[in-house]
């Protein structure tokens, strides 16, 4: 008995010290960047009504706030213009010093295995990458894969500096998106979140309840069977691997994810609800890029993933500050996992460069769709981005024809002024054009950039 009531006494006396430590998520570690010229938001838990007090080492201002009754705390701090490495000195009962902190800009790196695809995996020159990866001005934090049926307050894992070993198994993506912003932003330090699952649809990205409370996505998500790869229910890997860190400055978001969800007829809605959701849960307009995923063989749908593709390109019109990149020329059509990241990863910084922050004038996205009309037989299609419009084989297949019956027929293309003219006998009045309309159809238009047009149908 004496033997129980000493273990219970030491339990509560360990219990209490536990509770009386000022902590903070891991999210908040040695190595973190920050997000430069903002006011950041920090927190964490302690006693309750404990004080909280903050020091940050670049301007030794400090804040102060007292934890809630719900043992909870939170801070917002200004951050400097790029630079470091800084300390943060939070004290209470006990003091925590987070050490090596650099100011720059933050992106969270998110979606299914092809952004998840590190070095290791095998991808192009992926060893000579490696060896030159030892970089102290990038930094990365995974995020482990986990779900759960409710929010988490936390999740496992610490920042680290780009080195080889590191970098390795890094989603190589967002490494070299990190690398081509170095160059273009000089000396600004760039921190990486990596939070991503292969074989998972967008469904499980986003809140249980976006999808729940929309007809149109429960209706789709409900069509999600349970597969070896991964989770498949909504919300599952939000609760553990996003809401964790919602809150935590984010200069944006990129996203390649798309491919669990081939089949789907309302990729747009899904991808704009994620969209939206985690905007309104940051409280923060930030902009979203994402990849376009690849031609490839899937199913016996000749359609499926076409119809992702063209899912993606209508999006770019329903929500703002969002910009997509092209894969379609860097693919493979027999590979669900294309090996060139590097491209794809600069093409992703080159938009941001432009977008965000207004240092790239040079053309950054691929020939989009922009309307067509019709000149008695002929269809004459226009698009943006389409300076330097040219076809890879001088001429092109790859556009259709449909009159009103909706049967599309090939048709003859040329170019003239930066558009498409279209003709074919077999539809004397064109209704419909589409364009590149097949799973594993890789464009053969391009611009001056020499990026690819998207795939399209019109509406």
Known sequence: MKNNIFKFVFFLLIS????????????????????????????????????????????????????????KWELTIKTPEAGGPFTITIKGYNEVVLKNILIGEVWLCTGQSNMEMSASWGIDNGEEEMKNATNPNIRFFTVPKLTATSPQNNLLGNWVESTPETMKYFSAIGYFFAKRLREELKNVPIGLISSNWGGTPAEIWMPEEVVNNDP?????????????????????????????????????TLWYQGESNVGSLVYDKTLGALITSWRKEWHDDFPFYYVQIAPFKTGNNNFSNVTVRNSQRKLLNEISKTGMVLTSDISDTIDIHPKNKKSVGIRLANLALADTYKVNSNLVNGPLYKNFKIEKNKAV?????????????????????????????????SI??????LTSKKVPKPEKVRFAWGNTTQSDLFNKANLPASCFITE
């Open 16 to 71: 209490t010290s536990m509770m009386a430590n000022v902590s903070l998520p891991n999210i908040f570690s040695d190595n973190m960047v920050l997000q430069r010229n903002s006011e950041v938001k920090i927190w964490g838990w302690a006693n309750p009504k404990e004080e909280i007090k903050l020091v940050s080492s670049w301007n030794n201002q400090e804040y102060k706030t007292v934890a809630t009754n719900q043992a």
């Open 216 to 252: 149109l996505l429960l209706e789709n998500a409900k069509k999600l069977n349970e597969q070896e790869y991964g989770p498949r229910q909504p919300g599952r890997a939000y609760n553990a691997m996003i809401y964790p860190i919602v809150g935590f400055k984010i200069a944006g």
């Open 381 to 413: 299609v226009s698009f943006d981005h389409a300076d330097g419009l040219y076809f890879a084989n001088k001429d092109s297949n790859q556009f259709e024809l449909a009159g009103v019956d909706g049967t599309f027929f090939p048709a003859e293309a």
């Open 416 to 421: 003239k002024n930066n558009q498409v003219i």
